[in-house]
């Protein structure tokens, strides 16, 4: 079983393949994502795990799953379909839907719990 609690130290978080691979364009900086899987596997999802970024800009034009997610590190401006950025820090949650153009401006690491669904390759 794994402890999701807000303020529970989380380990096994590893590095893995750069975002580019996943569909993200790097807009500025050289952020690099740590990964760890609880549940589910990239090849079909759903997936439930941590995702971690170092700072950076990333966007991706069309995400290509749902997800679910709560901060627990860092600080970022989130902006989905060109909407005004959001600023979001450790115990906040959102939702991304499929096909939402995304854009993170990662200011410190962050590290989220995820919970992602769709068709196909999900992380």
Not at 19 to 29: A, F, H, N, P
Not at 80 to 89: H, L, Q, Y
Not at 97 to 116: F, H, L, N, Q
Request: proline share 7%; net charge negative.
């Amino acid at each position: 079983m794994y402890d999701y609690r807000q303020g529970t130290k989380q380990t096994n978080i590893q590095p893995h393949h750069e975002l580019t691979k996943d569909g993200w364009t790097i807009v500025s900086g050289d952020p690099k994502k740590s990964l760890r899987i609880d549940c589910g596997t990239p090849q079909e999802g759903p997936v439930v795990g941590i995702w971690s970024c170092t700072p950076g800009i990333i966007e991706m034009a069309s995400l290509p799953f749902h997800e679910f997610v709560t901060l627990f590190q860092g600080k970022a401006l989130i902006t989905v379909d060109g909407a005004e950025p959001a600023e979001i820090k450790a115990g906040d949650s959102f939702f991304f839907p499929k096909g939402c153009a995304v854009r993170w401006d990662i200011r410190e690491t962050v590290s989220k719990y995820m919970v992602v669904a769709g068709t196909g390759p999900v992380v």
